[in-house]
Protein backbone atom coordinates (compact mmCIF):
# COMPACT_ATOMS: atom_id res chain seq x y z
CA UNK A 1 0.00 0.00 0.00
CA UNK A 2 1.56 3.08 -1.11
CA UNK A 3 1.47 5.96 2.04
CA UNK A 4 0.03 9.35 0.38
CA UNK A 5 1.01 12.43 2.59
CA UNK A 6 0.15 16.42 1.28
CA UNK A 7 2.46 18.69 2.29
CA UNK A 8 0.23 21.68 2.98
CA UNK A 9 1.63 25.38 2.32
CA UNK A 10 0.17 28.80 1.33
CA UNK A 11 -0.90 30.64 -1.64
CA UNK A 12 2.74 32.58 -0.89
CA UNK A 13 4.64 29.47 -1.31
CA UNK A 14 2.51 27.33 -4.07
CA UNK A 15 4.92 25.00 -4.86
CA UNK A 16 6.68 24.87 -1.23
CA UNK A 17 9.14 26.89 0.44
CA UNK A 18 12.45 26.71 -1.80
CA UNK A 19 14.13 25.91 1.44
CA UNK A 20 11.56 22.99 1.94
CA UNK A 21 11.80 21.27 -1.66
CA UNK A 22 14.75 18.60 -0.80
CA UNK A 23 12.10 17.08 2.08
CA UNK A 24 10.30 15.61 -0.73
CA UNK A 25 12.58 13.80 -1.85
CA UNK A 26 13.72 12.69 1.80
CA UNK A 27 9.99 11.97 2.20
CA UNK A 28 9.84 9.61 -0.95
CA UNK A 29 12.98 7.74 -0.07
CA UNK A 30 11.31 6.91 3.59
CA UNK A 31 8.57 4.93 1.81
CA UNK A 32 6.09 8.01 1.10
CA UNK A 33 4.44 9.70 -1.81
CA UNK A 34 4.33 13.35 -0.83
CA UNK A 35 2.41 15.66 -2.82
CA UNK A 36 2.30 19.75 -2.45
CA UNK A 37 -1.29 21.17 -1.73
CA UNK A 38 -2.68 24.51 -0.54
CA UNK A 39 -4.43 24.42 2.54
CA UNK A 40 -6.84 27.03 1.54
CA UNK A 41 -8.09 25.45 -1.44
CA UNK A 42 -11.41 24.09 -1.48
CA UNK A 43 -10.96 22.15 -4.26
CA UNK A 44 -8.62 19.52 -2.78
CA UNK A 45 -9.40 16.01 -1.60
CA UNK A 46 -7.80 15.92 1.57
CA UNK A 47 -9.56 12.47 2.34
CA UNK A 48 -7.36 11.61 -0.71
CA UNK A 49 -4.24 11.35 1.65
CA UNK A 50 -2.97 8.73 4.47
CA UNK A 51 -1.54 12.06 6.35
CA UNK A 52 -1.31 16.06 5.80
CA UNK A 53 2.19 17.57 7.13
CA UNK A 54 2.22 21.26 7.84
CA UNK A 55 4.95 22.76 6.73
CA UNK A 56 4.36 26.05 5.01
CA UNK A 57 1.37 26.94 6.18
CA UNK A 58 3.03 31.05 6.75
CA UNK A 59 -0.60 33.09 6.70
CA UNK A 60 -2.71 30.49 9.32
CA UNK A 61 -2.59 33.22 12.35
CA UNK A 62 -4.14 35.98 9.69
CA UNK A 63 -6.79 33.24 8.20
CA UNK A 64 -6.66 31.32 11.55
CA UNK A 65 -10.41 31.08 11.65
CA UNK A 66 -10.57 29.45 8.26
CA UNK A 67 -7.39 27.48 9.24
CA UNK A 68 -9.20 26.05 12.26
CA UNK A 69 -12.46 25.24 10.50
CA UNK A 70 -10.14 23.58 7.61
CA UNK A 71 -8.59 21.42 10.53
CA UNK A 72 -12.25 20.50 11.52
CA UNK A 73 -12.61 19.13 8.32
CA UNK A 74 -9.67 16.85 8.16
CA UNK A 75 -10.60 15.55 11.42
CA UNK A 76 -13.73 15.17 10.78
CA UNK A 77 -12.54 12.80 6.78
CA UNK A 78 -10.36 11.12 9.48
CA UNK A 79 -7.19 12.55 7.58
CA UNK A 80 -4.41 11.91 10.44
CA UNK A 81 -2.57 15.82 10.42
CA UNK A 82 1.38 16.04 11.73
CA UNK A 83 1.70 17.65 14.01
CA UNK A 84 -1.89 16.47 15.67
CA UNK A 85 -3.99 18.61 14.89
CA UNK A 86 -5.43 18.55 18.77
CA UNK A 87 -1.47 20.05 20.01
CA UNK A 88 -1.68 22.39 16.79
CA UNK A 89 -4.71 24.36 18.25
CA UNK A 90 -3.24 24.17 21.33
CA UNK A 91 0.28 25.82 20.41
CA UNK A 92 -1.78 28.40 18.19
CA UNK A 93 -2.50 30.78 21.14
CA UNK A 94 0.62 31.63 22.61
CA UNK A 95 -1.26 32.01 26.17
CA UNK A 96 -0.19 28.09 26.01
CA UNK A 97 3.23 29.91 28.00
CA UNK A 98 1.13 30.43 31.15
CA UNK A 99 -0.12 26.78 31.14
CA UNK A 100 3.37 25.69 30.90
CA UNK A 101 4.57 27.59 33.72
CA UNK A 102 1.89 25.62 36.05
CA UNK A 103 3.71 22.57 34.39
CA UNK A 104 7.23 23.67 36.18
CA UNK A 105 8.37 25.12 32.06
CA UNK A 106 10.50 28.49 32.92
CA UNK A 107 9.34 31.08 30.69
CA UNK A 108 10.20 34.59 29.84
CA UNK A 109 7.30 36.40 32.36
CA UNK A 110 4.10 36.61 30.49
CA UNK A 111 1.14 38.23 30.85
CA UNK A 112 -2.21 37.65 28.87
CA UNK A 113 -4.66 40.59 28.55
CA UNK A 114 -7.05 42.38 26.05
CA UNK A 115 -9.46 45.35 25.85
CA UNK A 116 -8.70 48.40 28.49
CA UNK A 117 -7.23 45.15 30.90
CA UNK A 118 -4.32 45.44 28.14
CA UNK A 119 -3.36 49.21 29.04
CA UNK A 120 -3.75 48.14 32.97
CA UNK A 121 -1.52 45.23 33.08
CA UNK A 122 1.25 47.68 30.73
CA UNK A 123 0.49 50.23 33.34
CA UNK A 124 1.51 47.74 35.97
CA UNK A 125 5.08 47.66 34.57
CA UNK A 126 5.36 51.25 34.03
CA UNK A 127 8.79 52.58 33.30
CA UNK A 128 9.73 49.33 31.91
CA UNK A 129 10.55 48.15 28.83
CA UNK A 130 8.07 45.57 27.56
CA UNK A 131 6.99 43.59 24.39
CA UNK A 132 3.43 43.16 23.51
CA UNK A 133 2.35 40.61 20.75
CA UNK A 134 -0.92 38.84 19.83
CA UNK A 135 -1.25 35.87 21.51
CA UNK A 136 -2.37 34.18 18.13
CA UNK A 137 0.66 35.74 15.14
CA UNK A 138 3.68 34.91 13.67
CA UNK A 139 6.45 36.90 12.13
CA UNK A 140 6.17 40.06 14.73
CA UNK A 141 2.82 40.60 13.02
CA UNK A 142 0.82 43.90 15.57
CA UNK A 143 4.22 43.59 17.72
CA UNK A 144 5.53 47.01 19.69
CA UNK A 145 8.17 47.22 21.89
CA UNK A 146 8.52 50.12 24.22
CA UNK A 147 8.76 51.73 27.61
CA UNK A 148 5.58 51.35 29.80
CA UNK A 149 3.82 54.04 31.01
CA UNK A 150 5.55 56.52 27.91
CA UNK A 151 3.42 58.35 25.39
CA UNK A 152 5.43 56.39 22.64
CA UNK A 153 4.10 52.95 23.50
CA UNK A 154 0.38 54.69 24.24
CA UNK A 155 0.72 55.51 20.78
CA UNK A 156 1.90 52.36 19.43
CA UNK A 157 -0.71 50.84 21.49
CA UNK A 158 -3.29 52.74 19.96
CA UNK A 159 -2.68 51.07 16.42
CA UNK A 160 -3.09 47.70 17.71
CA UNK A 161 -6.25 45.53 16.46
CA UNK A 162 -8.92 44.64 19.12
CA UNK A 163 -7.03 41.35 20.30
CA UNK A 164 -5.76 39.33 22.70
CA UNK A 165 -1.93 40.04 23.65
CA UNK A 166 0.58 38.61 25.50
CA UNK A 167 3.03 41.19 27.06
CA UNK A 168 6.32 40.52 28.19
CA UNK A 169 9.57 42.25 29.98
CA UNK A 170 12.02 42.78 27.07
CA UNK A 171 14.62 40.18 27.15
CA UNK A 172 18.27 42.10 26.95
CA UNK A 173 20.18 39.02 26.31
CA UNK A 174 18.37 38.94 22.80
CA UNK A 175 20.79 41.42 21.75
CA UNK A 176 23.57 40.63 23.93
CA UNK A 177 23.71 36.53 23.16
CA UNK A 178 20.37 35.71 20.93
CA UNK A 179 17.58 33.97 20.74
CA UNK A 180 18.33 29.99 20.86
CA UNK A 181 15.88 27.94 18.31
CA UNK A 182 16.28 23.96 18.87
CA UNK A 183 14.93 21.65 16.02
CA UNK A 184 13.63 18.05 17.83
CA UNK A 185 12.35 15.41 15.34
CA UNK A 186 10.10 12.55 16.56
CA UNK A 187 11.11 14.16 19.81
CA UNK A 188 15.21 13.49 19.37
CA UNK A 189 17.42 16.37 19.36
CA UNK A 190 18.80 17.22 15.89
CA UNK A 191 20.63 20.55 15.30
CA UNK A 192 20.71 24.56 16.97
CA UNK A 193 20.49 27.68 15.46
CA UNK A 194 21.29 31.45 17.52
CA UNK A 195 19.21 34.12 16.00
CA UNK A 196 20.27 37.69 16.75
CA UNK A 197 18.56 41.14 15.63
CA UNK A 198 20.35 43.79 13.68
CA UNK A 199 21.73 46.61 15.20
CA UNK A 200 19.48 48.67 16.95
CA UNK A 201 16.75 46.24 16.62
CA UNK A 202 14.92 43.19 19.05
CA UNK A 203 13.33 41.21 16.41
CA UNK A 204 15.14 37.91 14.93
CA UNK A 205 13.39 37.13 11.74
CA UNK A 206 15.46 37.10 8.23
CA UNK A 207 12.99 40.10 7.32
CA UNK A 208 14.07 42.58 9.95
CA UNK A 209 17.65 41.83 9.15
CA UNK A 210 18.20 39.05 11.84
CA UNK A 211 21.28 36.44 11.51
CA UNK A 212 21.06 33.02 11.90
CA UNK A 213 24.00 31.03 13.15
CA UNK A 214 24.75 26.98 13.30
CA UNK A 215 25.12 26.46 17.64
CA UNK A 216 25.50 23.94 19.89
CA UNK A 217 23.13 24.16 22.77
CA UNK A 218 25.00 23.90 26.23
CA UNK A 219 23.48 20.93 28.65
CA UNK A 220 21.30 23.27 30.05
CA UNK A 221 19.94 24.43 27.00
CA UNK A 222 19.62 21.25 26.14
CA UNK A 223 18.13 20.48 28.71
CA UNK A 224 15.45 23.08 29.09
CA UNK A 225 13.92 22.94 25.64
CA UNK A 226 13.61 19.19 26.42
CA UNK A 227 11.37 20.02 29.85
CA UNK A 228 9.44 22.26 27.64
CA UNK A 229 8.98 19.74 25.00
CA UNK A 230 7.88 17.07 28.16
CA UNK A 231 5.57 19.42 30.08
CA UNK A 232 3.65 20.38 26.47
CA UNK A 233 3.20 16.01 25.98
CA UNK A 234 5.26 16.91 22.34
CA UNK A 235 8.15 14.44 22.76
CA UNK A 236 7.13 12.27 19.62
CA UNK A 237 5.99 15.05 17.63
CA UNK A 238 7.52 14.67 13.75
CA UNK A 239 8.64 17.85 14.24
CA UNK A 240 9.14 20.66 17.08
CA UNK A 241 10.92 23.83 17.44
CA UNK A 242 11.85 25.48 20.88
CA UNK A 243 12.60 28.95 21.14
CA UNK A 244 13.88 30.63 24.10
CA UNK A 245 16.96 32.59 26.03
CA UNK A 246 19.60 32.56 28.34
CA UNK A 247 19.09 34.56 31.26
CA UNK A 248 21.29 34.30 34.32
CA UNK A 249 22.26 30.75 33.34
CA UNK A 250 18.72 29.77 33.07
CA UNK A 251 16.90 28.38 29.89
CA UNK A 252 13.35 30.26 30.04
CA UNK A 253 11.56 29.75 27.10
CA UNK A 254 9.68 32.26 24.51
CA UNK A 255 7.76 29.79 22.30
CA UNK A 256 7.55 25.81 21.71
CA UNK A 257 6.91 25.72 17.19
CA UNK A 258 4.51 22.81 17.01
CA UNK A 259 2.54 24.37 14.06
CA UNK A 260 4.27 25.66 10.72
CA UNK A 261 8.11 26.58 11.76
CA UNK A 262 11.02 27.19 9.83
CA UNK A 263 13.21 24.18 11.04
CA UNK A 264 16.46 25.93 9.54
CA UNK A 265 16.80 22.61 7.31
CA UNK A 266 19.33 23.91 4.97
CA UNK A 267 21.44 25.46 7.91
CA UNK A 268 22.19 21.11 8.67
CA UNK A 269 20.90 19.64 5.66
CA UNK A 270 21.51 16.19 6.85
CA UNK A 271 17.65 17.16 9.15
CA UNK A 272 16.25 16.53 6.06
CA UNK A 273 16.31 12.47 6.32
CA UNK A 274 15.69 12.86 9.79
CA UNK A 275 12.35 14.76 9.43
CA UNK A 276 11.44 12.75 6.39
CA UNK A 277 12.37 9.25 9.08
CA UNK A 278 10.38 10.78 11.64
CA UNK A 279 7.32 11.37 9.84
CA UNK A 280 7.57 7.94 8.20
CA UNK A 281 7.80 6.36 12.04
CA UNK A 282 4.52 8.46 12.89
CA UNK A 283 2.37 6.47 9.68
CA UNK A 284 3.74 2.92 9.76
CA UNK A 285 2.66 2.51 13.43
CA UNK A 286 -0.89 3.64 12.78
CA UNK A 287 -1.40 1.09 10.55
CA UNK A 288 -0.27 2.17 7.08
CA UNK A 289 2.25 0.41 5.25
CA UNK A 290 3.55 0.22 1.77
Partial sequence: MTVRIALATSAEHPDL??????????????????????WSDPSVDWSAYDAVLLRSVWDYHTRYLEFSEWLGQLDKAGVRVLNDSALVRWNADKSYLLELRERGVAIVPSQVAAGDCLREVVGGLSGREVVIKPTVSASALHTVRGVAGSEELSRAMDDLPDTV??????????????????MFFGGVFSHAVVKRPAADDYRVQ?????????????????EGATEALTAAGATTTPYARVDGIVSNGRFLLMELELIEPYLFLPDHPESYTTLAQAVAAQLVPAGISQ
Avoid at 24 to 31: E, F, H, I, N, Y
Avoid at 165 to 182: A, K, M, N, R
Fill in 17 to 38: HEHDLPLVTALRTAGLEPAVEL
Fill in 206 to 222: HEYGGSVELADPTPAVL
Fill in 165 to 182: YLVQPFQPEIQTDGEWSL
